[in-house]
C-alpha cells in the first residue's frame, strides 16, 4: 500500500511540473502518456486524449520524461512580440520573457524610409551585447538605415533575468 501511495504522490506532485510520462508494465510494453491520476489501485494515464486505465499490479515503473530549459534561441512567437514608441517611431521587439525599460532614441536624418530588423543577443543583466541589421523582414537595404538601427539597438536595455539562459535570443524592429 506505500508503494501505492508513493507513486501516487511523486504523480500529483510532478503532474503540473512534467506533462509527458512513460508508463513502463509488467509484460514490458511502454505507455507514453499523461498520467491523469490513481484511484482505488488503478492508475488513469492519457493516451493521445483517450483515457486508458491500467491495475497497479500490472504497472513496473513509472518515468518522468527528461526536461529541457529555454536555451535562449529566439522563438519566432506572435505573443512575443511588444510596441513600443521613441517619438514619431515605431519599435517591436521579440524576445522570450523580456521587457524593454530602456527604449533607444530613434533619428532619421534623411528621407529614407524602411523597416530594419535588427538580431540582437541580450546578456542576464539585459544589455544588448550583439547587434546585426538586415535580418529576416527587413525592407531596406540602406547602409544608412542599417548603422542608425545597429546603434539604436546596441542602446536598448531589458530587464535583467539572473535565472535565465546566459545569452537570450531575440530582434528589434524599427519602422523608419
Known amino acids: 500500500m506505500k508503494k501505492y501511495f508513493l507513486v501516487f504522490f511523486i504523480c500529483n506532485c510532478f503532474i503540473s511540473v512534467f506533462a509527458q510520462h ?29 483515457l486508458v486505465k491500467y491495475p497497479m499490479v500490472e504497472v513496473s515503473s513509472l518515468f ?11 522563438i519566432a ?11 514619431n517611431y515605431t519599435i517591436k521587439y ?7 525599460v530602456q527604449v533607444p532614441t530613434i533619428s532619421n536624418g534623411t528621407r529614407t524610409t524602411g523597416v530594419v530588423v ?10 544588448v551585447i550583439s547587434a546585426k541589421p538586415g535580418g529576416i523582414g527587413s525592407t531596406t ?12 539597438a546596441q542602446s536598448a536595455k531589458f530587464e535583467p533575468d539572473y535565472k535565465g539562459p546566459v ?9 523608419y
Open 94 to 100: 521579440n524576445i522570450k520573457d523580456r521587457k524593454m
Open 141 to 152: 537595404t540602406s547602409e544608412y538605415l542599417y548603422t542608425k538601427a545597429q546603434f539604436a
Open 22 to 50: 512513460t508508463l513502463v508494465l509488467k509484460n514490458g510494453e511502454k505507455v507514453k502518456g499523461v498520467v491523469m491520476g490513481i484511484q482505488d489501485d488503478v492508475l488513469s494515464i492519457a493516451v493521445n486524449r483517450n
Open 167 to 175: 545569452r537570450t535570443e531575440g530582434t528589434i524592429e524599427i519602422s
Open 64 to 74: 518522468f520524461d527528461e526536461y529541457v530549459p529555454y536555451d535562449g534561441k529566439l
Open 118 to 127: 535588427v538580431n540582437i543577443v541580450v546578456n542576464q543583466n539585459g544589455n
Open 77 to 87: 512567437a506572435e505573443e512575443n512580440i511588444k510596441t513600443v514608441k521613441s517619438g
